[in-house]
């Protein structure tokens, strides 16, 4: 500030700066540019509390004090100095060398300088003021450019589109309180065909928590190529984050590893809100225990279960709802977050536009417009939608063609020896009328007892506790009848044309001829293999038939 | 239960056995199609009919019986003649390619003339 003054008001000053050293020049022949004398006066000089205490003109040559800086202005040949105070601060000094005549300043010349100081300080204090408001503005407009650049990069990391799965809708919704936020969410495709979704929060908001973010996605990601059980991913994730999070720092993580065909999902918590599970005619929240990530490493997490059934929905959310207060300082809280959901008794939201849209929707309504928002708003939704295919091989594009199918009926049956007629029975009565001409309904029916008869044996080993599901869809052009075993450890092997030559020289047993019966009797055979999980393996064989056909002979072999 | 909806008897009638199968051809009917098919054995005839107008059902294992019995009669050098298909077990027979080597006629009648 002095400096500025300095070079302000070069012009008063009656003479030439000597450089350091050089002894100070006889009064001035001439008129030479004048540099401005530039120098700090430091906060514990007993000069600077002189200046702020004695108003008006001092005399330096008067002063004896212990002073770098009254050493640098008498060595400046400074006379005297009229300190520029503004609202207590020493905002500049008005320094005079001796005046041309030699003679002393008069008292004009005093009054003079006292009153252009008492003018100058606050006109000073205001062009400060403006240009260190001009250098503020520069650098914030520098911090959120390069916020708005973080954003970008954080935005990169979240998911650029939503899973894809026939008969399923998934939305996300990410709304940061400032540029960059702690929540995250995240979908992995596993090989097998399986999702994994993975929503997570880190204490605190801003830089700091998207830094630990962006750390916890990667290793997540990382994880999720070793493991295929959350409980697995989240502890490895955990192991890996703890060397790393700065001490006070941790995450909170959800981890859902999903089967689309069967609805089955299993998940592990790292203390994330409990993600509620709308069934319909309940809703309940998923709960497994296991502590935040990046607290201490060895930690394991439960796993738990649950299936997700044609209707039902996943409401996966973060602390930015919930914790979400009104102008009455109330906080949103559970209870009305289940009160936003479907079937609750409150009636939630019942199927217009989407569940997200409604959610944000209530939460505007309860937090009113002026509200400004405190913590970073996630969801993640998951439907499975009512008319579900039955169709889900990879080969098959019934979905794509938009075929559409609804459940006629579904039955269980114990493996005991002789229900594959039964199921064939209970088939028959829900097909009959559909199927035509009645070779091919008997066709259909000869599949059902095989590949039922197939689930008992191979796959269920005929433990009678162990249940074969059958499930009967039906299409605008087709009918399907998906059978499920419980528990299947062997593969379903390829369909192969049996060798009767083989058979019959007596090389090969006569059996064996099950598989290749079934996909010469339906229009087409699927085998679907799903991990039930805790080493269960289940084995779908879906058959599929036209309702009509112009064929009464043979099948096509 | 299905064990029980299974039977097999032997007639002869001129010259020829047949055996006359009623039920469900499944697993449970092995014991009885097994004797059945012996004691056809053990008459002279060279042909042995099965009669399948009474069979309400076949599946995979009662498909392995019949290819152990077309087995057992080449080995012993009789022919396996079958009659009384219906339309869905005529398919079942052409697709398994059991007809390549057993002769199918509609009825009894036209399996006793063809022979």
Known sequence: MNSFFNRAWKSLTSRPEPSAGEPAPPVAQEVQPVKALEFDIAPNDPLLAYFLSTPGLVEIDKLQMDSPALQALRLAQVRVSVPLVSQGELIG??????????QDYSADDRRLLQTLATQAAPALRVAQLARQQQAEARERERLEQEMRVARIIQQTLLPKELPDLPGWKVAAHWQPARAVSGDFYDFISFPDGKLGLIAGDVTDKGVPAALVMATTRSILRTAAERFSSPGRILAHTND???????????????????????????????????????????????????????????????????????????????DGLVEAHNPQQEMFGFPRLRECLPCSPQGGWQGEGTMIEYLLEKMAEFTGP???????????????QPSQSASHSAED?????????????????????????????????????????????????????????????HG?????????????????????????????????????????????????????????????????????????GHGSIHHTVELIISLKGDDHGSASV | MAQHLFEARLRQ????????????????????????????EDTDCPDILLNFSDVSYINSTGIALIVGLLARARKNNRRLLVCGLSDHFTEIFEITRLTDYMAIYPGEPEALAAV
């Open chain 1, 93 to 102: 000094l008005l320094n005079l060398g001796s005046r041309r005549s030699e």
């Open chain 1, 240 to 318: 890996t984050l703890c060397p790393d999070i700065p001490p006070n720092m941790f995450v909170t993580c959800l981890c859902i590893v999903l089967d689309p065909i069967s609805g089955y999902l299993r998940f592990a918590n790292a203390g994330h809100n409990l993600p509620s599970v709308c069934k319909t005619d309940d809703v309940y929240e998923l709960r497994a225990t296991g502590m935040p990530l990046g607290l201490m490493p060895g930690m394991t997490y439960e796993e738990k279960d649950v299936t997700l059934e044609p209707g039902d929905s996943l409401l996966i959310y973060s």
């Open chain 1, 370 to 384: 002026t509200w400004e928002q405190e913590d970073d708003v996630t969801f993640v939704t998951l439907e499975r």
């Open chain 1, 397 to 457: 594009q019934a979905d794509v063609k938009g075929e559409t199918w609804q459940i006629l009926a579904e039955f269980s049956l114990p493996s005991e020896p002789g229900n594959e007629i039964t199921a064939m029975n209970l088939v028959t009565e829900v097909v009959r009328d559909l199927i035509s001409p009645p070779v091919r309904l008997e066709r259909l029916k000869t599949a059902v007892a095989e590949a039922t008869m197939n689930a008992m044996e």
């Open chain 1, 460 to 532: 269920n080993r005929y433990q009678a506790d162990l249940p074969v599901e059958l499930r009967v869809l039906l299409s605008p052009t087709r009918l399907a009848v998906r059978i499920t075993d419980h528990g299947g450890a062997n593969p379903i092997p390829e369909t192969e044309a049996p060798d009767l030559e083989a058979k019959l020289a007596g090389l090969q047993s006569p059996r064996g001829w099950g598989l290749f019966l079934i996909k010469n009797m339906v229009d087409e055979m699927n085998i679907h293999v799903s991990d039930a």
């Open chain 2, 13 to 40: 009638v001129s010259g020829k056995a047949i055996i006359d199968l009623q039920g469900e051809i499944n697993a449970f009917a092995d014991a009885n199609l097994s004797e059945a098919f012996t004691q056809a």
